[in-house]
């Protein structure tokens, strides 16, 4: 027996309000960290003992936090590095790994698919199995307290590889050779043809790119340790020590972080949704 549609109305109507309070549930961390940014530094822990109105709702408010990170403290200078390094990375990235992709899809050669599992391999290794081998590298190269050292190592990007490979593969042969045949070279192709159709895969690899980057610590901390090149996870995590923490320039740079990479995820998240979708569809 179908549901009429008053039914079916309250089913769809009780379904939303059970999203909107997992998700409340699931923001009120965050929430708490914003407003707590906006606390005084001796009222942020007042009211933690029991939860009440005064937990979510600050009896005073003050930018002193975010005046002292952002204008006392050397924060917009790590904020600078990590958009900087992220944006670098995500350009440098989308070139490489596309073009590994476009190999990969459209090419034959040796060892293809042994190459090609090594690349799949590559995404799913520890990062901490390979920080003293790429630290000897970077500092036989010369680049250890540079932004080299922080964009190099994650230009080239396994999964990123993945992505582009199985977007390009499902692109027709005939079109490939058809195009060879009217005198385009394989640059042009990949250029002028399929980078322009690709462009789903492209901002979903941009936006993997520089949330990894975005919220990188170890190995910035490791590869460039001068207060000059401090990333924003590692400027966030300065403000905690053996002695004391400073609760409120943490919280207001944590939110300020959040902030920043919540903006590129905002525009681009159809995009992600979009491929995700297509992969899992596969």
Known sequence: MRPDGTTAAWRTGLRYLA???????????????????????EQIFASSGRFGLETLVPSELTLENYRQVLIDGNFGRALFNSLFVSVATVVLGILVNSMAGFAFAVFDFPFKRTLFVAVLLSFMMPFEAIVIPLYVLMRGLGWVDTYAALIAPDVASGIVVFLFRQFFAQIPKEIYEAARVDGASWWQIYRRMTMPLSWPTAATAALMMFIHQWDAFFWPLVAASSPDLAVVQVAIARNMTLEQSNWGALFASASTAVLVALIPFLVLQRYYIRTVALQTDR
Do not use: E, Q
């Open 19 to 41: 999203l909107v309070l997992v998700a409340a549930l699931l923001l009120l961390p965050v929430y708490w960290l914003v407003m707590s940014s906006f606390r005084p530094g």
